[in-house]
């Protein structure tokens, strides 16, 4: 593994995406883990879909920290996650047929939030209401869940443990019904609920903790800690896209409130970025490809999501939203995924700037609907070779090299591994 990483600063290392999320975080998470004894999830749930690929075999984690394959880590599940315990106990099934030990090295917070079966119904009830202004929700109730966190109504994991869970899960249930009035339920909900109470008893037997006290204990016996980040910085509820994006702060400064671990002891940020640009769900994207070249990309990049299947939109790489995730994060390291897609393309073609109600600017304006902004490109030539059999990074083509050589000049942050390929393996450390 590259030195640059491993000489990385001391303190707890930051590792998001940098773009509209499925950027390839559960792959690098995987990558990374065998130098961190802790890797800790700090905010999303179930509408994560992070996908590892080792030996041949893909495998998909929703809420589960993608550093659970390597047996010497500890994973958390922080105070900034929303835990579907039906899914969450599904995920867990699944794992454990391949590590049977895995819930020995797992610990969810008491503190994360808890995602009702009422939850997903309030999540569906508001998208349908929504009508053409739909967010493009994966509908698993995680808007509806923070709201009741910040409304200071939510359940969390650690009310599981009280006498009175039952009375406080009535409680939010009938103030979920009041507000949902005559919604006719896309769902059984008896079914639901029971399926529901079946997975609290089940994570009743499992390590709930006070992650925050093990994070910062852990912290201070020098142990490497790696808060792992889901959905991406232009989805955050505060500097991405709004209203078109998650409830949950996706950036750097979601580790901190999400894991309970203060600013000074943030270390290395790492950025994950695709070569391109994808966005699954509505709102606005600058530099879309809505033609044949898209959908050649989508097809070539697999980009269908891991979490509802639907096909995610595809586009050119988007440098102004690159710079700005850039500088939102403090990210020092950035990691470029998914360079192999783009083998045999002639030209590609680059966003460095916008035009912006008749003004040319370089930085990502308040608003970025397709009625005031165009984007300019520069035009670089692409590469023919196929890169997903490269294992020496020195033999990448010129092409590629001076692309990413681009992008560190342009963002001023040096690119440290170029991914070929979704397994491990296919990964080249330029440092
Ligand atoms: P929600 O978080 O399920 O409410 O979805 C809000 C928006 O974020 C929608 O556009 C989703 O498609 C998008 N989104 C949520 N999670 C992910 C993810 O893990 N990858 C990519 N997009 C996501």
């Known amino acids: 593994m590259s030195n ?26 995987d990558v990374l883990t065998r130098k961190y004894d802790v890797v800790a999830r700090f905010q999303g749930g179930p509408n994560a879909g992070h996908t590892l690929e080792f030996n041949g075999i893909k495998h998909v984690l929703h809420t589960i920290p993608s550093g659970i394959f390597h ?3 500890l994973n958390i599940i922080g105070n900034g996650v929303v835990v579907d315990p039906v899914i969450f106990c599904k995920e867990i099934d699944k794992l454990i047929a391949l590590e049977p030990h895995c819930l020995s090295r797992l610990e969810i917070s008491r503190k994360a939030h808890l995602i009702l079966p009422t939850h997903r119904l309030l999540d569906a009830a508001s998208e349908a209401a929504k009508g053409k202004n739909k967010i493009g929700s994966t509908l698993k109730g995680i808007g509806p869940t923070y709201m009741d966190k910040t409304g200071r109504n939510g359940l969390r994991i650690g009310d599981i443990e009280l006498p009175d869970f039952m ?8 103030k979920h019904m009041h507000l949902l009035g005559s919604y006719e339920p896309p769902f059984d909900l008896a079914d639901a609920e029971m399926e529901w109470m079946r997975s609290i008893d089940r994570l009743r037997k499992m390590v709930l903790a006070d992650t925050d006290i093990s994070i910062q204990e852990a912290y201070k016996s020098g142990k490497r800690i790696l808060a792992e980040g889901a959905q991406g910085t232009l989805l955050d509820v505060d500097f991405g896209t709004y209203p078109f994006v998650t409830s949950s702060t996706t950036t750097a400064a979601g580790a901190c409130t999400g894991l309970g671990v203060a600013p000074n002891r943030i270390g290395e940020v790492y950025g994950i970025f695709k070569a391109y640009c994808t966005r699954v769900g509505s709102g606005p994207f600058p530099t879309e490809l809505d033609n044949d070249l898209g959908q050649e990309i989508r097809d070539k990049g697999h980009e269908y999501g891991s979490t509802t299947g639907r096909p995610r939109r595809t586009g050119w790489l988007d440098l102004p939203a690159l710079r700005y995730a850039v500088e939102v994060n403090g990210v020092t390291q950035l990691m470029m995924m998914k360079a192999d897609v783009l083998s045999g393309l002639k030209n590609l073609e680059v966003c460095t ?9 370089t930085h990502l304006p308040y608003s970025l609907e397709a009625d005031l902004l165009d984007p300019c490109y520069t035009t670089m030539p692409g590469w023919d070779e196929d890169l997903t059999g490269i294992h020496d990074v020195t033999k990448i083509p010129a092409a590629l090299e001076a692309y990413t050589k681009f992008i560190e000049q342009e963002t001023g942050v040096p690119v440290v591994l170029i991914s070929v390929g979704p397994d491990r393996e296919q990964t080249l450390w330029r440092a």
């Open 4 to 29: 640059a990483v491993l000489s990385a600063k001391n303190g707890v290392d930051i590792l998001l995406g940098l773009q509209w999320g499925d950027e390839g975080k559960g792959k690098i998470v």
């Open 71 to 73: 047996a010497n880590a």
């Open 167 to 174: 009375e406080r899960y009535q409680a939010l249930k009938d």
């Open 353 to 361: 700037a916008y035009m912006y109600r008749g003004e040319k600017i």
